[in-house]
Nanobody, 122 residues
């Protein structure tokens, strides 16, 4: 029900725009989040947005370099990532929360996309 796209290979300092589209079910009233998992590491929070798009929160590691936004009419959530660093390399997952608010806790998320690979070369 969640399809993440937009990943790829980029040089350090570059930008990527990750997109998460929903299908089969409207999630316009759910909080949404992006998480990432690097090889050999635990999944970690990246960014979250509430149902209205009015409240956002970011991990310290991406704060100031990333922007999460949503288009409720299109059931799409965007993660714009700028000034990418090699440590941003990971599989990025979008997820829909159990409720309308934002959350940085993975257990608050019910639906998960399949992930999109982001690789940043130095």
């Amino acid at each position: 029900q969640l399809q993440a796209s937009g990943g790829g290979l980029v040089q350090a300092g570059g930008s990527l725009r990750l997109s998460c589209a929903t299908s089969g079910r409207t999630l316009s009233n759910n909080g949404m989040g992006w998480f990432r998992q690097a090889a050999g590491k635990e999944r970690e929070f990246v960014a979250t947005i509430d149902w209205s798009g009015g409240t956002t929160s970011y991990a310290d590691s991406v704060k100031g370099r990333s922007t999460i936004s949503r288009d409720r009419a299109k059931n799409t959530v965007i993660l714009q990532m700028n000034n990418l660093k090699p440590e941003d390399t990971a599989v990025y997952y979008c997820a829909a929360a159990l409720f309308g608010g934002p959350s940085d806790w993975p257990r608050n998320y019910r639906y998960w996309g399949q992930g999109t690979q982001v690789t940043v070369s130095s």
